[in-house]
């Protein structure tokens, strides 16, 4: 297996967001490569190189490319393939936990650039946004320099190095809400509307940004396209397991002795990333973690050698989201960290639909209740209901999210909730009466 660090070689370089140290180390020649490719060319080299969303989905991206309606040879083209096509980035890094792509574009804007620049030929685009979560001044204010260095420098503007390839590249701030990671709440609040998500279908690659084809994808997916033109679709493949391959940024935060960000292949183990950490503080033990942030059920010790690729993850009970591993040891409440996620939904809630604007406020009102020690043995039915009507009813992933915590902690440490019932309640657990559906 090739070795990593890949995506994060450059973080160690002097000023190593400047241009020139991008192009001392090899930057840009990816781009160059790509303009001597045709479009499908490098569709295909994607899609062979098996490179998936890593915004929390895991969408091939080379798929999600190639659904881009395009003109066909010869003909007037009509409909979506008529229209503009734009991409547009999603760096609104928003979940709990997450914290690989600030960090991206703090160290190596130059690097999601430049995948811009090739993910807007590859799908035929001739300008794109990169929308920037709006607290993250300091992102943004660095992505404007890195987009001015790359218009002066010529790999964007006007006939792109004798291309006759245009490309005009815009930063854009957020508003600084949550939802706004969702993609078609990101294009609403691109379009100066308030960010709430639309139904898909259609999805954005055929009616997104004002209607018209839009890619939307993450910054490190964007960041990992350079290293597949240059490296090849082979070389990406070998990192990791076949489905879901490449190098990967793990952020690991909480009870760890060194947090932050660790680069390694697909299907790396917690094991193996607690180790690089430096393991969970002295004298203590893990009790619980998020293989993807606060949206993805919890895991134990018992998932420490699940490899942490987006199948396996879900073939063990989570979701590899965005691989954000928040460690929690047995000086943490579960239940106390599950309403903290809890009231970040219910805050972050858009509002648009019932069942999670409701369903998370009323979660919060039965988690406090239960942590403050007035908890009824009801209350643990009440919580998994108010889950079952939120779970697959709700408008979009975020609504689903917020029970993630909530089942996965009663799933693995329903003591710790009985736990927190006064005496005479704990007497009448398992009584209590059925809800009605
Ligand atoms: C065209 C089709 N395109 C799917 C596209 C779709 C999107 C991508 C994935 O949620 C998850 C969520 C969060 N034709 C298509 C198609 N697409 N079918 O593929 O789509 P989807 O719906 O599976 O996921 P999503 O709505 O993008 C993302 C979880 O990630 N998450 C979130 C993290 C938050 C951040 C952040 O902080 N910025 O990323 C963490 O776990 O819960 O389940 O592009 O258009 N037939
Ligand atoms: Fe809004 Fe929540 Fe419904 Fe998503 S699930 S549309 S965030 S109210």
């Given at each position: 297996m090739p070795l990593t660090p890949v995506l994060t070689v450059r973080y160690a370089e002097e000023r190593s967001w400047t241009i020139e140290t991008y192009e001392r180390t090899e930057g840009y020649s990816a781009w160059r490569t790509a303009l001597g490719m045709t479009p499908d060319e490098l569709v295909t080299l994607v899609k062979d190189s098996g490179l998936r969303g890593r915004g929390g989905a895991g969408f091939p991206t080379g798929m999600k490319w190639s659904f881009i309606p395009q003109p066909k040879p010869g003909e007037t083209p009509t409909g979506p393939a008529a229209k503009p096509k734009y991409l547009v980035v999603n760096a609104d890094e928003g979940e709990p936990g997450t914290c690989k792509d600030l960090p991206l574009m703090m160290a190596d804007p130059h690097g999601l650039v430049e995948g811009v620049a090739i993910a807007s030929y590859a799908i035929r685009c001739h300008y794109a946004v990169i929308y920037v979560r709006g607290e993250a001044v300091h992102a943004h204010r660095r992505l404007q320099a890195a987009v001015a260095e790359a218009y002066a420098a010529g790999h964007l503007g006007r006939d792109v190095h004798g291309s006759g390839f245009d490309l005009d590249v815009v930063v854009h701030a957020g508003?600084?809400?949550?939802?706004?990671?969702e993609e078609t709440a990101l294009l609403d609040s691109l379009e100066g509307r308030r960010g709430q998500p639309r139904l898909k279908p259609p999805f954005p690659a055929v009616?997104?940004?004002?209607?018209a084809p839009t890619v939307v994808n993450n910054v490190e997916t964007l960041a990992s396209v350079p290293f597949v033109v240059r490296g090849g679709s082979a070389w990406f493949k070998e990192f990791g397991p076949e489905k879901s391959p490449g190098p990967k940024i793990y952020s690991l935060s909480g009870r760890v002795v060194h947090p932050g960000q660790y680069e390694a292949p697909m299907g790396t183990t917690m094991r193996e990333l607690l180790a690089m950490a430096?393991?969970?503080?002295?004298g203590h033990e893990l009790k619980f973690w998020t293989p993807g942030g606060s949206s993805t059920p919890y895991f134990t010790p018992e998932h420490l050698d699940v490899p942490l690729d987006f199948d396996s993850v879900a073939a063990a009970g989570s979701m590899l989201g965005t691989t954000a591993l928040m460690v929690f040891d047995e000086t943490d409440s579960i239940v106390e960290a599950t309403l903290r996620f809890t009231e970040f939904y219910a805050h972050e809630s858009c509002g648009k639909c019932t069942p999670c604007r409701e369903g998370t406020y009323w979660l919060v009102q039965i988690l406090e209740r239960l942590v403050a020690g007035h908890g009824t043995a009801r209350d643990l039915d009440l919580l998994t209901d108010t889950c079952d009507n939120i779970l697959g009813r709700s408008f979009c992933a975020l609504g689903d999210g917020a029970t993630s915590c909530i089942a996965s902690s009663l799933k693995y440490f329903r003591d710790d909730y009985v736990a927190l019932l006064p005496a005479d309640e704990q007497g009448r657990l398992g009584r209590t009466l059925k809800l009605e559906p």
């Open positions: 508003a600084g809400a949550y939802i706004c990671g009616a997104g940004l004002y209607g430096g393991g969970v503080r002295p």
